[in-house]
Every structure is written in structure tokens, then in C-alpha cells.
């Protein structure tokens, strides 16, 4: 079975920081595309950024310059460096990975259970 796991969450002031960090563990063969998704408050869940197994990103333009996403050398825990916060920051984000996983190696895509990030005026 397979978990993502988020952690790093938490209430910062306007213009702080915050680092993500979700990691995957289980029966894993490979992992592709890892990337970060947000739910607002009363909104749509949203794409943030992505990071490919071979270290290419992107980021949406509402958090381009701000944020960056990485990952570790084993390429199994993907960070979110979340800087220069605004209030319209403030969601529940969401870590999710394109990997093979299982007896049947399996090519799937994989959600963590979301980590509340809350960013005060």
C-alpha cells in the first residue's frame, strides 16, 4: 500500500514562510511527476507546482517567484518552500505522485491527506 504523508503546515502573518514536505512510502517500484494542489476556502482545488523525476519544474503563475517546489536525492519526499505568504495563500495543500507501484507494478496516481496552511493580514 502506498502513503503519501504531508507535514508543515501551520498559521503564519502575512510575508512569512512555511516549508511542505511530503513524503511516499510503500511497496514502491518508481516515481515520476511529484507536485503540490491547494483547496481555498469555498474554491476549486488548484495545481501549484510540479517536479519531474528529472528535476524540471513548473509552478502556476499565481505562485511563480514565491514558491519552490524540490526533492530529495532518493526522489521520494517532495518539498514546498512557501515564501513571501499572502492571505490568499491560505488553503488546504495537497502533495500527489505519478509513481508504479504493487505486485502488479502498477503505473497510478497517488494523494496525500492535505495539510492546512492558514496565512493572517
Known amino acids: 500500500q502506498v502513503q503519501l504523508v504531508e507535514s508543515g503546515g501551520g498559521v503564519v502573518q502575512a510575508g512569512g514562510s512555511l516549508r511542505l514536505s511530503c513524503a511516499a512510502s510503500?511497496?514502491?517500484?518508481?516515481?515520476?511527476?511529484m507536485g503540490w494542489y491547494r483547496q481555498g476556502p469555498g474554491k476549486q482545488r488548484e495545481w501549484v507546482a510540479t517536479?519531474?523525476?528529472?528535476?524540471?519544474?513548473n509552478y502556476a503563475d499565481a505562485v511563480k517567484g514565491r514558491f519552490t517546489i524540490s526533492r530529495d536525492n532518493a526522489k521520494t519526499t517532495v518539498y514546498l518552500q512557501m515564501n513571501t505568504l499572502k492571505p490568499e495563500d491560505t488553503a488546504v495543500y495537497s502533495c500527489?505522485?505519478?509513481?508504479?507501484?504493487?505486485?502488479?507494478?502498477?503505473?497510478?496516481?497517488?494523494w496525500g491527506q492535505g495539510t492546512q496552511v492558514t496565512v493572517s493580514s
Open positions: 500527489n505522485a505519478l509513481l508504479v507501484a504493487g505486485i502488479t507494478q502498477r503505473l497510478g496516481t497517488y
Open positions: 517536479i519531474t523525476n528529472g528535476g524540471s519544474t
Open positions: 510503500g511497496r514502491i517500484y518508481s516515481i515520476n511527476d
